[in-house]
């Protein structure tokens, strides 16, 4: 997956789908557009559960992230987690296999 970060360059930002989507690499405002494709990227690679790393900051990210999440039909359930690390991050569970995917050969 490729998203545009914060520098100045602009090039696009190449990063692994592996279920830990870190968000301090990007700019607040493009969260809306970069949660919904991660979902939809690891839903295609059969990833049923993503951590988001939004930081403990003043919590305007964390509730960006939950709104989305709230409204995302492919998310069964999420939760902050609160072990290690502390309330900087949401994990997320996703609905099974995606139902696109089943048209692909």
Not at 7 to 24: A, C, K, M, S, Y
């Amino acid at each position: 997956m490729s998203v545009h970060d914060n520098r100045d360059d602009q090039e696009p930002l190449e990063f692994p789908i592996d279920g830990v989507l870190d968000l301090h690499m990007f700019h607040p405002r493009d969260v809306k557009v970069l949660v919904p494709e991660y979902i939809q990227a690891c839903r295609e690679r059969g990833i049923v559960q993503i951590r988001i790393i939004h930081g403990k900051g003043t919590g305007t990210l964390r509730r960006v992230v939950h709104a989305i999440l709230k409204k995302h039909p492919a998310v069964a359930a999420f939760w902050q987690e609160g072990s290690a690390g502390g309330w900087g991050a949401t994990v997320v569970a996703l609905q099974g296999e995606d139902p696109g995917k089943k048209d692909q050969p």
